[in-house]
């Protein structure tokens, strides 16, 4: 009967105990609001050059983590009370069962698995809360680097490709599943040109280097290469995108998608016969890029073959062949003759055309899934991305294994449009200064650089930023509104404004 005695009495402590530290939190709980607010009262009085807005975001996230690490203080003296109590009922018993006592190896290994329990949680509480707190913060900041301003809508089915002009007057160009390629004007939005030449789906653009000249590849298996004129309107005050601002992700139905005929798209210059069309390919020409100097452009098809054409004369010079499967992207060096070609067999090649007696292939197997696009980077680097959720980075002095990979949490995989062609989120790497831009399938794009280090999301909210998954992102480097462009299923391409030399100094 003393045993039984001894126990009870031990277990009714540690009850009211309990008991008691629970009432001390909910007293704690009641008055956090009254420290908060004496907190901003006694800060409000200081002088400070934050803005209000910054001042009660910091507020309350300092907030935050006061009562966090209160929490976790309350919990920890509470558990350590529950060890004692537990220690002391195990050496009470010990003393009195069978007339043995326990070791006190036993006694050490019981309080051991105890502690190891609550350091466990210990680390999990903190490690929630701080990667919250840090999520907060990136945010925050990612919205001040990152700023949205100009919407381009008038397509009426989604957006596979966007690129920009590399000579004067420099304009965006986009390429959308409803057949058609629009040149848009940068600073006001307006449509400029509307190239309608092509039968099937227009599934890339790219600018000739020097002269006002697009090659556009499509779902009709052809690329076409057609001639623009456009004169710049004059530029209009743009509202602050930096005030629609808040957190909120919100899924849009296709009701709240912007409406390709409300957009001045129809009433703008119509080009409908190219100078130059390719016509080599048995399949869809997923890609085409030029060549450097613009007097060679390459083609990329589901055929499962590259093709290099000389412009001039429309004639076939190379049928680059070897991959198992469709080829999903191919690039161009800027300043080599190089090209890169990547396919859903896993690998992506190298091709080199800078002895014009003969051209050698070298092929990679760097990943373990489709290689959606292989883009070049200033100097002598491929960036390569693939279904397999990794980015990497290739030094082309020594391609046996990438100098850098970037592990992602959602794939740039394959999507189905409803005509059954398959386009690929696309990687886009700022040359100047080797930021990698890399879409995903959930709606975010994410900065990166060389090096595998995230930088920033683009800011992703109710009120703006792609309500669709994002396919591909074009660098304009030299503009001085618009250093970013993305593209979307919502049928829009949206303007972004990256301060780089803020980017670069958070890291």
């Known amino acids: 009967m003393p045993i039984e005695s001894g126990s009870c009495a031990a277990a009714r402590q540690a009850k009211q105990k309990r008991k008691s530290h629970s009432l001390s939190i909910r007293r704690t709980n009641s008055s956090e609001q009254e420290r908060a607010g004496l907190q901003r009262d006694m800060l409000e009085g200081q002088d400070s050059k934050l803005p209000s807005s910054v001042r009660n975001t910091l507020l309350e996230l300092f907030g935050q983590i006061e009562r966090e690490f209160e929490n976790l ?8 009370r529950e060890i004692e109590t537990l220690n002391e ?50 945010t925050t900041t990612s919205r001040a680097i990152c700023q949205l301003v100009k919407e381009y809508v008038g397509h009426r089915d989604g957006i596979w490709d966007v690129s920009v002009a590399k000579t004067q007057p420099v304009v965006l160009g986009t390429a959308s599943a409803d ?9 006001t939005g307006k449509c400029l040109v509307k190239y309608v030449g092509h039968v099937g789906s227009v599934n890339s653009i790219k600018f000739h280097p020097t002269e006002q000249v697009a090659l556009t590849a499509s779902g009709d298996q052809t690329a076409h290469i057609w001639r623009y004129i456009v004169q710049l309107p004059t530029p209009q005050p743009t509202a602050d995108c930096n005030q629609m601002s808040g957190e909120d992700e919100i899924e849009f139905s296709d009701k709240d998608e912007p409406d390709g005929d409300g957009d001045g798209s129809s009433d703008c210059p119509t080009i409908r016969v190219p100078l130059t069309s ?17 007097k060679q452009a390459v083609t990329a098809s589901w055929d499962r073959t590259a093709n290099l054409y000389d412009v001039e ?15 999903t992207h191919c690039c161009t060096h800027p300043t080599q003759r190089l090209v890169v070609t990547s396919s859903r067999d896993t690998t992506f090649r190298l091709w080199d055309f800078r002895d014009p007696s003969i051209h050698s292939v070298n092929v990679f197997q760097g990943h373990t899934d489709t290689v959606t696009s292989a883009v070049f980077t200033v100097g002598d680097n491929v960036v390569s991305g693939s279904d397999d959720r990794t980015v990497k980075v290739w030094d082309l002095k020594n391609m046996r294994s990438p100098i850098a990979t970037i592990r992602t949490d959602s794939a740039t995989h394959c999507v189905v449009h409803n005509l059954l062609l398959s386009l690929l989120s696309r990687i886009n790497v700022c040359v100047g200064q080797r930021i990698i831009a890399l879409p995903h399938d959930n709606r975010q794009v994410r900065l990166f650089d060389m090096s595998g280090v995230r930088l920033a999301r683009l800011p992703r909210s109710n009120r703006q930023g792609h309500r669709r998954m994002v ?17 979307g299923f919502d049928r829009q391409a949206i303007g972004w404004n990256i301060n780089i030399p803020a980017l670069l100094q958070e890291k």
């Open 278 to 294: 390719l016509k080599s390919h048995q399949g869809v020409v997923i890609a085409a890029d030029w060549l450097v100097g613009g």
């Open 89 to 138: 009922r195990l050496a009470a018993e010990g003393q009195t069962i069978d007339g043995a006592e326990l070791s006190k190896g036993q006694l050490k290994t019981k309080a051991s698995h105890s502690t190891s329990q609550l350091s466990q949680k210990l680390k999990t509480t903190y490690k929630a809360s701080t990667s919250k707190i840090v999520s907060s913060f990136k």
């Open 179 to 187: 057949h058609t390629a629009l040149l848009w004007s940068i600073e």
């Open 73 to 80: 203080y309350i919990e920890n003296l509470e558990l350590r």
């Open 313 to 327: 004369t429309s004639e076939l010079v190379h049928s680059l062949t070897g991959h198992d499967q469709e080829l």
């Open 471 to 487: 396919c591909c992102s074009a660098w304009s480097e030299d503009h001085p509104i618009c250093n970013l462009f993305t593209c």
